[in-house]
């Protein structure tokens, strides 16, 4: 099939398959929490508020992360209006960049076939595509990391130029930092370092990369940011560098805590079914016979059991963190598809392709049924058309399961205690205005002024029988339950 392709087809047929399947229905489906509802809260927030430097979270700041996600987001909801839609553009869109850095990096180190078989790979892939359609920074940085290592390598392997692919090594380094922070630094010194090692290419490569400028291009993306909200929040350097990194990596009071093996038996779901071809298998990965060989699969090789090795020594672990390693597999695997010249082994790669094509197609469906326990929008569709100016809503207590419920009700919505993510902000001065105590809300039921609010069902039930009884369901679902307080 694709020997009668020319260059401009595989890559028109690649760019059709990707936008198809990354945009379908994109913003059909309402946000799902606590993820899809933190970052669309966050983004709201920043729009509404005009204050583009500090992320707020129901007006309490937000410092686990760094800021250009938010950006993204936000600037996406002032040119498309906020929706879901505007919102998963966002990754969805960088998940596409991905494809096409994937395809544009394998067609000058491999060729066209390598090249059009791994896009083909990844723009297929059940699970890049539905992180990729999912508000979460993932496939943001995962783009912005895996094309800092393209351009390495293409700094190394160039002969003319090298300089220009370098710095731009470090200038992608620097917004997968003010993406997603200091792993963007790891992933590609761990790589780079195990490659030049095991390559002996140490003294060469660090002698060729511009260390200096580098580091000036680095620095000109991180630092502004990074300095302006040190001086403005006094926590964040605490909360951002030992909380969400030190002790998210060696602390076992994380969730998501898994086995040292977890990503190395999930990897193997992921490439489903392709490492079930033994011989495209073997042709791929037929370098690591020829340990002095110069092989370019080398470097994603290397770079792939690099960031695998290091997230499967931190005690928590999320499927998502090893995204970055789907692109660079599905070159490796792509590889050994391009070596097979037989007519029969092509009808099996693009029969496998159409088959997992279909499946992400009806993905999105599945994803809508399975979502109604996991976001508010109901609840604010019911109670909007009863709030009058004057009304109190609160979220009780720990409101990660229900982010996005003022993202939906467009009304300003306070919070019953501090728990969860947010008790990292309770010293944040803007606190006290939108928090109040569990005894002071317990305090304001009965009174005049009319309140509404949502709380996970257990806590519901496990309110005082003298609270409750001046509490009325309005709405409720299996884990929800939206009251309104009886004068």
Same mark, same amino acid.
Request: one cysteine or more.
């Given at each position: ?212 400028? +580098?580091?000036?291009?680095?620095? &000109?993306?991180? #630092?502004? %940011?990074? $300095? ?5 929040? /006094?926590? *964040? =350097? ?14 076992? +009071?994380?969730?998501?805590?898994? &086995?040292?093996? #977890?990503? %190395?038996? $999930? ?5 489903? /079914?392709? *490492? =079930? ?23 994603? #090789? ?186």
């Amino acid at each position: 099939m694709n020997e009668k392709m020319t260059y401009s087809h595989k890559f028109f047929l690649v760019f059709i398959l990707a936008a198809f399947l990354l945009f379908f229905r994109l913003g059909d489906r309402s946000f799902r929490n606590p993820d899809e509802g933190r970052y669309a809260k966050i983004a709201q927030e920043m729009t509404l508020s005009g204050d583009w430097v500090t992320p707020r979270l129901y007006g309490v700041a937000y410092l686990k992360k760094p800021i250009l996600f938010y950006w993204l987001v936000a600037a996406s909801f002032k040119t498309f209006g906020t929706s879901e839609w505007a919102a998963r553009a966002v990754p969805a869109f960088f998940g596409f960049l991905g494809i096409l850095a994937a395809f544009f990096f394998a067609k000058i180190i491999f060729g066209s076939d390598t090249a059009f078989f791994s896009s083909l790979i990844l723009a297929s892939n059940l699970f890049y595509l539905q992180v990729s359609r999912y508000l979460v920074i993932d496939a943001v940085f995962s783009f912005f990391v895996v094309s800092a290592l393209y351009s390495f390598y293409l700094g190394v392997y160039e002969s003319k130029n090298k300089a220009k692919f370098y710095l731009l090594f470090f200038f992608l380094s620097g917004l997968a930092f003010l993406t997603k922070g200091v792993i963007a630094v790891v992933i590609p010194a761990i790589s780079i370092f195990i490659y030049a090692a095991a390559t002996r290419k140490i003294k060469r490569v660090f002698s060729e990369m511009p260390l200096g400028p +580098g580091a000036a291009v680095f620095a &000109a993306v991180t #630092f502004p %940011w990074f $300095f302006i909200i040190s001086k403005r929040e /006094p926590g *964040f =350097l605490s909360i951002f560098f030992l909380h969400e990194h030190l002790s998210r990596f060696v602390s076992r +009071g994380f969730e998501h805590q898994e &086995a040292w093996y #977890f990503y %190395w038996v $999930f990897l193997l779901a992921v490439f489903l /079914p392709w *490492f =079930l071809f033994p011989p495209a298998v073997k042709k791929g990965f037929y370098f690591l016979r020829d340990r002095a060989s110069d092989d370019p699969k080398w470097f994603l #090789f290397l770079s792939s059991l690099a960031t695998i090795l290091f997230f499967s020594l931190s005690r928590a672990k999320l499927m998502t963190y090893i995204l970055p390693v789907v692109p660079l597999v599905s070159i490796l695997l792509a590889d050994g598809w391009a070596k097979l010249s037989s007519s029969s082994s092509r009808r099996i790669f693009f029969i496998a392709i159409g088959l997992l094509a279909v499946v992400a197609f009806v993905f999105p469906f599945l994803m809508e049924m399975w979502n109604s326990d996991y976001t508010t929008q109901p609840f604010a569709r019911a109670l909007s058309p009863r709030l009058k100016s004057g009304d109190t809503v609160f979220i009780y207590d720990n409101p990660g399961a229900m982010y996005d419920f003022g993202f939906y009700l467009g009304y300003p919505v306070k919070l019953v205690g501090m728990e969860g993510e947010l008790e990292l902000s309770k010293n944040d001065p803007k606190a006290g205005g939108i928090s109040v105590s569990h005894k002071a809300f317990e305090k304001m039921m009965g009174g005049k002024d009319k309140i509404y609010c949502l709380m996970r069902k257990s806590d519901f039930l496990g309110l005082d029988p003298a609270v409750r009884q001046k509490l009325k369901i309005m709405k409720e679902d299996d884990r929800k339950t939206l009251v309104e307080s009886i004068p």
